[in-house]
């Protein structure tokens, strides 16, 4: 009868499978650290690329703020100048609004009646002045009524004095001022038309004093 010895064969066997086992392990440990290496770096890739963006947004930021204090200081600067601007418009409105006033006022006195003292207060005019006599006073004052420029007209005072031994009345005007809207062209009345003195105007008949309207 033959009798083989198996051992050293088994053992080879249970050598082979070890071998292959730890070999199985290496290369799963090693593709493992390739994978982690890999990761890592894709990883780090990613960290850097956000870090760039970061960055670039960073500066994208920075400088759209400078533009738009640039924007805002420029936004201030047109409302200086606008303000400004507004602001002279204003003083020639207010030095052309007084002009006319000046030749509304000059159109409506009438020959008999002569001006010492003109001042006004906001939209207030204080006119004072001497009349051959009330009716020309009241004259006076129809006159002013007619003009675009004149609202109300009160006589707040009216006096008797002696001017180079002729007695003449002496008054104090207070006249709104009410210049016509740009829009509007003039008051529902109308001004008087171009051309026309209104100082040539005939005296109206003798009537009896105009009563103040303010004051005494």
Known sequence: MIRINLIPYREGRRLQKVQMIIGAWGATLLLGILLAFLVNGTVNDWISEKERQKKKNTETIAALEKDLGEVKDIKEIKEEVRARLDTIASLQNQRDLQVHILDELALSIPKEVWISQVSSAGALLTVNGRAISNAWVAQFMR??????????????????????????????????????????????????????????????????????????
């Open 143 to 216: 006159m002013l009524d007619a003009s675009p420029y004149f609202g109300q007209v009160d006589l707040t005072r009216i006096s008797q004095v002696a001017e180079s031994e002729q007695k003449v009345k002496e008054f104090t005007l207070q006249i709104a001022i009410t210049p016509p809207l740009p829009q509007a062209g003039a008051k529902e009345k109308g001004p008087t038309a171009p051309g026309k003195d209104r100082s040539q105007s005939p005296p109206p008949p003798a009537a009896s004093p105009p009563a103040p309207t303010k004051g005494g």
